[in-house]
């Protein structure tokens, strides 16, 4: 079984950078794709990267280019680098795995607590 906490959130500039972590404990890790997810008040879930288990990535029209996700095996860690962070980008950000990559792109079955990202001058 796999537990995940994020951290890394908070309130930044408009343009700025923040790197959001996630620790996940269980000896499975390895073996699992993993997504980042958000939410933002009103809308609806959105999934924002993806990377499996042999580290090919996967992003959102709307972070493409700006948002960069990697993972860390040894240290049971995925991050989310976000770059020229906008107003739009403000959510909760999820971190999310599951065994499948098609699930872990629909319906992950493990998830954070969240972690909030505020892009505010």
């Known amino acids: 079984q796999v537990q995940l906490v994020e951290s890394g959130g908070g309130l930044v500039q408009p343009g700025g950078s923040l790197r959001l972590s996630c620790a996940a404990s269980?000896?499975?890790?390895?073996?699992?794709?993993m997504a980042w997810y958000r939410q933002a008040p009103g809308k609806q879930r959105e999934l924002v990267a993806v990377?499996?288990?042999?580290?090919?990535?996967n992003y959102a029209d709307s972070v493409k280019g700006r948002f960069t996700i990697s993972r860390d095996n040894a240290k049971n860690t995925v991050y989310l680098q976000m770059n020229r962070l906008k107003p739009e980008d403000t959510a909760i950000y999820y971190c999310a795995t599951d065994p499948s990559i098609s699930t872990v792109r629909s319906a992950p079955a493990y998830w954070g607590q969240g972690t909030q990202v505020t892009v505010s001058s």
């Open positions: 990377i499996t288990i042999g580290s090919s990535t």
């Open positions: 269980g000896s499975i890790f390895s073996r699992y794709a």
